[in-house]
């Protein structure tokens, strides 16, 4: 094994813009499914289909949690700036 390859293996594979952008896909995915849970209802006996089926919930929220996975997805296979050479 080359003392490249020693060195890259001692690094570990992922730098902290690495983490920051895991990080940043974790929080869209936390608002993400926030925004899909929704509100309580004021009178659980009584369906408002206005509340279930709200632009927030319906579109919103997937797409948010959908972006969430992509940013996870880029961090992960973002290779570290010190190893782009």
Do not use: C, H, W
């Not at 926030?34 to 289909?49: C, E, R, T, V, W």
């Amino acid at each position: 094994m080359s003392t490249d390859k020693k060195q890259a293996i001692s690094k570990g594979l992922f730098n902290k813009q690495n983490y920051l952008l895991m990080l940043a896909g974790l929080v869209v995915l936390a608002i993400g499914f926030f925004l899909m849970a929704g509100g309580k209802s004021a009178d659980p006996k009584i369906f408002n289909d206005n509340d279930v089926y709200s632009t927030t919930r319906i579109t919103i929220a997937p797409l948010m949690i959908i972006a969430g996975f992509i940013i996870e997805i880029f961090a992960i296979m973002k290779k570290p700036a010190d190893s782009q050479k």
